[in-house]
């Protein structure tokens, strides 16, 4: 029997948007810890949000390009179970990220075109999980959440040798043809499910869900 599609909601800043994710049956939330971003957490505020989620829902926190105080400010406050690298971090950072925290890492890679695919390999080969997501357009203020979308033939049939995630654009809407092009057993979404940046809806939590898990919308 296949396992349920897991889905993350990422960009939660209030307790509610907690509790939407788990009534949604969200296999993980994430924290935003990145300061131009509307989603954006202190490490106190988030910490405040984690200690309220139940056992079982897997805690993300979302860093760019983040120093290594930075990340030991993080993790000393706030109790997590991923960290999720969205920045330009190279492989060895990836790797030295991993080894210092000794959490699981997931490497965000941005995807516009074929060539942007072997990147996914090479980092495979250092991350414990790949979230594929939409490259943001050049010169954007944010490396995610801008609600863009890639052409999902790019990957379709690819796998790699860690779990991965599909990101970028999803919706209630179209969530369902994403995995169904691309194979994906994980989808993530954030502005997907906002009435506006940072403003979680809870029926579009619960709709998200249930499409990507075969219901509809």
Known sequence: MTSPIAVKFCGLTRPEHVAAAVAAGAAYCGFVFYARSPRHLTPEAARALALDTPPGLAKVALCVDATDDELDEITARVPLDMLQLHGAESPARVAAIRARHG???????????????????????????????????????LPGGNGLSFDWRLIAGRRWPVPWMLAGGLTPGNVAEAIARTGARQVDVSSGVETAPGQKDADLMRAFVKAAQGGGT
Do not use: E, S
């Not at 941005?110 to 996914?120: K, N, T």
């Not at 790949?130 to 010169?139: E, M, Q, R, S």
């Open 103 to 141: 959490l699981p890492v997931m490497k965000a890679v941005g995807v516009a075109g074929a060539d942007d695919l072997p990147a996914l390999d090479t980092y495979a080969r250092v991350a414990d999980q790949l979230l594929v997501d939409a490259k943001p357009a050049p010169g954007a203020a």
